[in-house]
């Protein structure tokens, strides 16, 4: 990256809400998975290993910045569905497979989908003055320093 795409996208994440940071690192993951299947694809071992670490890396921040004092049961769903996530990385990277990353890269999509959706609600909750019901189960202090890495 050049440094004005760096600026631009360090002013991004410094203007992001922490639910957009957490979108952002979704789509991120989600796109450093892609491009790591491609790299598989192409027999692109180092490049494989590249991009399924910069994934591990966002998965390994969203586990580690689960609240557990929020929503303790689905904090440890969470805990628990990440930490699948990595154990498949894992064996797609060591097998150099493919369907180990397709399976992550899906459940990746689906849960943002999910954020996506409970965002808005809560969004919309908010302009019509009805309080939260569902506080925010990541602390995303952490968020910015991941997603200027992208």
Known sequence: MNGYTNQYLANTVNAASP???????YDGAIRFLGQAILAIENQMIDKRAHF????????????????????????EDLDALYSYMLGRLQDGNLHNDAEPLEE????LRE?????????????????????????PLHSTQAYKSI????
């Not at 399924?52 to 689905?74: G, M, P, R, V, Y």
């Not at 992550?104 to 459940?107: F, P």
């Not at 997603?147 to 992208?150: H, L, Q, S, V």
């Open 111 to 135: 849960l943002r989908q999910t954020w996506a959706q409970a965002i808005e609600i809560n969004k919309q909750n908010s302009q019509q003055g009805v309080e939260s019901t569902a506080p």
């Open 52 to 75: 399924i670490n910069k994934a591990s890396a966002i998965i390994s921040e969203f586990a580690a910045t689960l609240d557990h004092d929020q929503n303790a049961q689905l904090a």
């Open 19 to 25: 639910e957009q940071l957490m979108l952002m690192l």
């Open 104 to 107: 992550v890269k899906k459940m």
């Open 147 to 150: 997603a200027t890495a992208m």
